[in-house]
């Protein structure tokens, strides 16, 4: 009893290391090198986590949540960055759930 106790608990805990590559690289900022304002990266990373949420899948539907910074939205360059990301990061886990699906 004790060894499967043992085992349910590193699967566990090793499927938990695994988040997609995409947690890392978009969430932050746009790619590129331009320089954003810090009202737009902050719209971009809330707008990613957004978008991710409302595209993952069951599971990372509890790592991801919707966020917006209501004190912001009469910030036209929050919520431009706001937008941008979570079209894009919606649109992007989408697709990436779909591959592994096997449906694009």
Known sequence: MKKLILITLLLTITACENVPAWKYSMFERPQGNKIYPKEYLKGWKDGCESGAEASANNLYRFKYQFRQDW??????????????????????VLQ?????LGRS
């Open 71 to 92: 004190k912001m939205l009469n910030n036209k360059i929050y919520v431009n960055g706001w937008e941008n990301a979570y079209n894009h990061c919606r649109k992007y």
């Open 96 to 100: 990436h759930n779909l591959r592994k």
